[in-house]
């Protein structure tokens, strides 16, 4: 009897109405905190006094691969949700979060290459953090690949629910062995100096972006798990009332 | 067989899938000679440049070794699935823990173990220094063992699926890379002159996780796509 609550939120219709209704208000709180982390960040805050103006790509480049690994969190344990309650709306939240860590992944590594050629001098450098989420892009792409594979969609579901999972086991390892290759074959030219401790007026426009971010992904997992819903609950009564309203 | 008591069921299992794959003698062979031909032909792209050749030869034939137990791990429940035996096995009231590691290890001694033994023979040729050899079968010897087992989960997932081969790379390359990152440094410490040891037992332990929880996540995914 007390589970009841907890099946509310399994209940796509109820999680359509509710995010309906907050996704305006997250919209704009997403879009005012993006423009004043990157107004402050771009034009504010101080020069580094070693890379000049070139560090603020570290604006959207940290706080894109925050997300790139969160993502991938969220998406097993929504996988994993999913196989153990058997709630479908957990399954297509997984399937949604896919392309879209694919797409933080992508414009991590892309920031992190523009950002080694003025820095490092060549566009990839094959550091443990680039080659470790190099990596996690090609998890994020076999998650996606093998949930579109299948005739049945509820069983590439489940396939890429357990793929997910087991990458998420793995994650620790590859990251432990990467970093252990990199201190192996670390060549000398290449120094990486440890992050001083960064002014506030460089610190305060990156937690901006970063909580900024966190709410884009949120904005943008919700639209896509909502058109996911409109799509599969095509045939029930309240989608069919919903859209010829 | 399928009758057997619990404490028989590795060993029946196991049995059984070695006789299926020696009775079929050319399909059994095929990894390794793809693999053999594909190493042999390295020199052929890289030029017989001893000392260049010297230097990569370990990572060449790491590589070729994951690609062909790749191949073979792929199509492992593949046969069992098209003629229902595999179905019947899930049915079972049987742990799928124990059918599935006989399975595995009989896929292992008979597909990958070849090409572990036959990989430092290849090394003479192309040339790697004589004392590498030994590093570089023992490291095979586990590191083709985590390959199958691993690839047998990617093997589970796509089953059911069409032209699977590229769609099975794409999900268990990425799974594969501390075990090639180990398994290519043992060579390599033996090559700077420090101890091998090290990585090997990395990759032993790699493989001790494995082989708890690869069949654990195989009969995961068998239970809950099939019984439905």
């Given at each position: 009897?007390?589970?009841?609550?907890?099946?509310?939120?399994?209940?796509?219709?109820?999680?359509?109405?509710?995010?309906?209704?907050?996704?305006?208000?997250?919209?704009?709180?997403?879009?005012?905190?993006?423009?004043?982390?990157?107004?402050?960040?771009?034009?504010?805050?101080?020069?580094?006094?070693?890379?000049?103006?070139?560090?603020?790509?570290?604006?959207?480049?940290?706080?894109?691969?925050?997300?790139?690994?969160?993502?991938?969190?969220?998406?097993?344990?929504?996988?994993?949700?999913?196989?153990?309650?058997?709630?479908?709306?957990?399954?297509?939240?997984?399937?949604?979060?896919?392309?879209?860590?694919?797409?933080?992944?992508?414009?991590?590594?892309?920031?992190?290459?523009?950002?080694?050629?003025?820095?490092?001098?060549?566009?990839?450098?094959?550091?443990?953090?680039?080659?470790?989420?190099?990596?996690?892009?090609?998890?994020?792409?076999?998650?996606?690949?093998?949930?579109?594979?299948?005739?049945?969609?509820?069983?590439?579901?489940?396939?890429?629910?357990?793929?997910?999972?087991?990458?998420?086991?793995?994650?620790?390892?590859?990251?432990?062995?990467?970093?252990?290759?990199?201190?192996?074959?670390?060549?000398?030219?290449?120094?990486?100096?440890?992050?001083?401790?960064?002014?506030?007026?460089?610190?305060?426009?990156?937690?901006?972006?970063?909580?900024?971010?966190?709410?884009?992904?949120?904005?943008?997992?919700?639209?896509?798990?909502?058109?996911?819903?409109?799509?599969?609950?095509?045939?029930?009564?309240?989608?069919?009332?919903?859209?010829?309203? | 067989?399928?009758?057997?008591?619990?404490?028989?069921?590795?060993?029946?299992?196991?049995?059984?899938d070695l006789v299926v794959s020696f009775r079929g003698?050319?399909a059994s062979?095929?990894?390794?000679?793809?693999?053999?031909?594909?190493?042999?032909?390295?020199?052929?792209?890289?030029?017989?440049?001893?000392?260049?050749?010297?230097?990569?030869?370990?990572?060449?034939?790491?590589?070729?070794?994951?690609?062909?137990?790749?191949?073979?791990?792929?199509?492992?429940?593949?046969?069992?699935?098209?003629?229902?035996?595999?179905?019947?096995?899930?049915?079972?009231?049987?742990?799928?823990?124990?059918?599935?590691?006989?399975?595995?290890?009989a896929h292992?001694?008979s597909k990958?173990?070849?090409?572990?033994?036959?990989?430092?023979?290849?090394?003479?040729?192309?040339?790697?220094?004589?004392?590498?050899?030994?590093?570089?079968?023992?490291?095979?010897?586990?590191?083709?063992?985590?390959?199958?087992?691993?690839?047998?989960?990617?093997?589970?997932?796509?089953?059911?699926?069409?032209?699977?081969?590229?769609?099975?790379?794409?999900?268990?390359?990425?799974?594969?890379?501390?075990?090639?990152?180990?398994?290519?440094?043992?060579?390599?410490?033996?090559?700077?002159?420090?101890?091998?040891?090290?990585?090997?037992?990395?990759?032993?332990?790699?493989?001790?996780?494995?082989?708890?929880?690869?069949?654990?996540?195989?009969?995961?995914?068998?239970?809950?796509?099939?019984?439905?």
């Amino acid at each position: 009897m007390q589970w009841t609550w907890f099946h509310k939120f399994a209940s796509p219709k109820w999680f359509y109405q509710i995010t309906g209704k907050i996704l305006p208000f997250l919209a704009w709180l997403t879009f005012f905190l993006l423009v004043i982390g990157l107004v402050l960040g771009l034009g504010y805050a101080p020069a580094d006094a070693k890379q000049g103006n070139s560090f603020r790509i570290i604006y959207i480049h940290v706080p894109s691969n925050f997300l790139a690994l969160a993502g991938y969190f969220l998406m097993a344990i929504a996988g994993a949700i999913g196989l153990i309650w058997r709630i479908k709306l957990a399954f297509w939240v997984m399937k949604c979060a896919a392309p879209i860590g694919v797409v933080f992944t992508l414009v991590g590594l892309l920031t992190g290459s523009l950002w080694g050629k003025p820095t490092w001098g060549s566009f990839w450098v094959w550091d443990a953090r680039g080659t470790s989420m190099l990596i996690l892009l090609f998890l994020y792409v076999g998650v996606y690949s093998l949930g579109r594979s299948f005739h049945n969609a509820n069983s590439g579901e489940k396939a890429s629910a357990f793929l997910a999972i087991v990458g998420t086991v793995n994650i620790p390892i590859i990251y432990k062995s990467v970093d252990w290759w990199f201190t192996l074959h670390q060549p000398a030219t290449i120094k990486f100096t440890s992050a001083p401790s960064m002014h506030p007026d460089m610190f305060y426009p990156l937690l901006i972006m970063i909580v900024g971010f966190y709410l884009l992904y949120a904005v943008v997992l919700m639209l896509a798990v909502r058109a996911e819903i409109l799509l599969r609950e095509r045939k029930t009564n309240w989608v069919r009332t919903l859209v010829l309203k | 067989m399928i009758f057997a008591t619990k404490e028989n069921l590795f060993i029946s299992y196991l049995k059984r899938d070695l006789v299926v794959s020696f009775r079929g003698k050319s399909a059994s062979l095929n990894p390794l000679i793809f693999f053999v031909m594909i190493v042999l032909l390295m020199p052929l792209s890289l030029g017989s440049y001893s000392l260049a050749l010297q230097k990569v030869a370990p990572g060449i034939i790491w590589i070729m070794a994951l690609l062909s137990v790749l191949l073979s791990a792929g199509s492992i429940f593949d046969e069992d699935y098209n003629d229902g035996s595999l179905e019947q096995m899930i049915i079972t009231p049987n742990l799928l823990f124990l059918p599935l590691l006989g399975k595995m290890t009989a896929h292992w001694i008979s597909k990958s173990l070849p090409i572990a033994i036959t990989a430092p023979f290849l090394g003479l040729f192309l040339p790697m220094p004589e004392n590498a050899l030994i590093p570089l079968l023992v490291g095979l010897i586990i590191g083709t063992a985590c390959f199958t087992l691993l690839g047998s989960i990617g093997a589970a997932l796509t089953v059911p699926t069409k032209d699977k081969s590229f769609l099975l790379a794409l999900i268990i390359l990425p799974l594969y890379v501390p075990i090639i990152i180990f398994g290519s440094s043992v060579i390599y410490y033996m090559a700077d002159g420090m101890n091998w040891r090290y990585p090997l037992a990395a990759l032993s332990s790699i493989f001790c996780i494995l082989v708890v929880l690869s069949p654990l996540a195989i009969s995961g995914i068998f239970r809950s796509s099939m019984i439905e």
